[in-house]
């Protein structure tokens, strides 16, 4: 927890009372759990290990104040006391995982969503969805801003994710309208960071991995394509501002620094020093061609901007896993 210790002089008061995350065993989850620890809240976490871990919350699990139910969203669930704030994060996340999971992907958007709503319903409490760039698909806009429908593939192989979490954000607002529930949605775009999984099959991973074993680093298409890479703790405090805020939105959560995948390897083999080469592969389905938010109404609204260059968010990073391959867990580093 020491990288957090120089921005909490800089956040809201300390926050008070109860929070429960779904997906919270997960890469963003587990982030969140220990920013919300760091900051004085109970700390309820739920997760099945789908896609994510205990391992990834090993360093809380004995803390005072921080409790893991194993529990599958898709069924009703009740914490068994009231809670503050809902953070809905329980989905698989990265596209071999919705790929290998589409009809529990589906669900998590679906039933899922359902049923963390009906806690936030049923305590009053304020609820967060970690809503997501792809429901804008392949964009006809640039950059996206909130205001834009999305051009997504009803059918595609991708629209398990894509259109899981549109129907997820119609649910939220329908309970907001419905049953006046208290509801904020993120979008949040790509994130990475420490405790992503080597093999998940995003591209930051995969490429620092790739790097550090000293493999080719397999680039989908010409490369030219472009992403915007949030570190994860620039990612958990914007999630933590909309909870904090009164804001309904939909908020683009997400870094407008742009970048090609090609520029990206660049960086990834700088950092790590490697000497891999590049092999291309084919593009996959669907897959975005330009990828930016306009995070205008983050700064305006949320007073929330991305803070960590890539340079370092890429560094600590490839620490972990360098340090993970190495056979050391420095998971309370991260
Ligand atoms: P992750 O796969 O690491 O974490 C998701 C967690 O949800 C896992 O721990 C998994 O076991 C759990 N889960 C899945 N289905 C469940 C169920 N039915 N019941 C209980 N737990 C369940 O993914 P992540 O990258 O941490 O993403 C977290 C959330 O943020 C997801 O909702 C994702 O859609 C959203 N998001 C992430 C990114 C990103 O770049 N990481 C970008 C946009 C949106």
């Given at each position: 927890m020491s990288d957090h210790s120089e921005e909490v002089?800089?956040?809201?008061?300390p926050a008070r009372g109860v929070a429960l995350i779904t997906g919270g065993a997960g890469f963003l989850g587990s982030h969140l759990c220990e920013r919300l620890m760091a900051e004085g809240m109970r700390v309820v976490c739920v997760d099945n290990f789908a896609t994510g871990r205990a391992e990834n919350l090993a360093h809380l699990a004995?803390?005072?104040g921080f409790e893991l139910r194993e529990a599958d969203l898709t069924r009703p669930f009740d914490p068994g006391e009231p809670v503050d704030t809902v953070f809905h994060l329980a989905s698989a996340a990265s596209p071999p995982d919705y790929l290998r999971l589409p009809v529990e992907t589906l669900e998590a958007g679906s039933l899922g969503t359902r049923n963390a709503l009906e806690v936030a319903r049923r305590y009053g409490a304020r609820f967060v969805l970690a809503s997501t760039?792809?429901?804008?698909?392949?964009?006809?806009?640039?950059?996206?801003?909130?205001?834009y429908w999305g051009n997504v593939?009803?059918?595609?192989?991708r629209s398990v994710y894509d259109e899981a979490k549109r129907y997820a954000e119609s649910l939220t607002m329908a309970y907001h309208r419905a049953y006046g529930t208290d509801v904020g949605i993120a979008r949040i775009f790509n994130s990475y960071g420490p405790?992503?999984?080597?093999?998940?099959?995003?591209?930051v991973p995969t490429f620092v991995n790739q790097a550090l074993a000293g493999e080719p680093l397999t680039v989908a298409g010409d490369g030219m394509q472009t992403r915007s890479l949030c570190y994860v703790d620039d990612t958990v405090r914007g999630l933590m501002a909309l909870a904090d805020s009164g804001v309904t939105g939909p908020v683009n959560i997400g870094s407008d620094e742009e970048l090609s995948v090609l520029s990206l390897v660049r960086v990834v083999l700088n950092t790590t020093g490697s000497e891999s080469g590049i092999t291309f592969v084919e593009r996959p389905q669907d897959d975005p061609r330009f990828r930016r938010p306009d995070i205008r109404l983050a700064r305006e609204q949320l007073g929330w901007e991305p803070r960590v260059r890539l340079a370092e968010g890429l560094r600590r990073t490839v620490a972990y896993f360098a340090d993970l391959r190495s056979g050391r867990d420095l998971n309370a580093e991260a």
């Open positions: 002089d800089d956040m809201r008061e004995d803390l005072p760039s792809e429901v804008y698909g392949d964009p006809l806009e640039y950059p996206q801003r909130e205001t593939n009803p059918v595609g192989p405790r992503m999984r080597a093999d998940d099959g995003r591209m």
